[in-house]
């Protein structure tokens, strides 16, 4: 089992940028692959971004695509998502989560591929 913690949500206006950050714990970080999901009030869990064991591969929404980036740093144990050019529906609760299976060949998208989940980070994006 992985423990994961992220930090960097917060309140921001449209067109503004943040950064998130997951640091993982408890297990060999650099042979899992990390996704990103959103909840919004009264909406299910999205997919937002998901990254490779190694790094090599990177897949998005297509209403994140342009604007948001997934990177690992596998020496810190962490994973970021940077967020440029916020819009008010990215509004969400985001949560970091680590694959249940490592060494994966394809990038998991589906909340079931993943089998531990932070505690979730506010960003709440202002008009």
């Known amino acids: 089992q992985v423990q994961l913690v992220e930090s960097g949500g917060g309140l921001v206006q449209a067109g503004d940028s943040l950064r998130l950050s997951c640091a993982a714990s408890g297990r060999t970080f650099s042979s899992y692959a990390m996704g990103w999901f959103r909840q919004a009030p009264g909406k299910e869990r999205e997919f937002v971004a998901a990254i490779s064991w190694s790094g090599s591969s990177t897949y998005y929404t297509n209403s994140v695509k342009g604007r948001f980036t997934i990177s690992r740093d596998n020496a810190k144990n962490t994973v970021y998502l940077q967020m440029n050019s916020l819009k008010p529906e990215d509004t969400a609760v985001y949560y970091c989560?680590?694959?249940?299976?490592?060494?994966?060949?394809?990038?998991?998208?589906?909340?079931?591929?993943?089998?531990?989940w932070g505690q979730g980070t506010q960003v709440t994006v202002s008009s």
């Open positions: 989560a680590a694959d249940r299976k490592g060494l994966r060949v394809a990038v998991p998208t589906l909340p079931a591929d993943f089998g531990s």
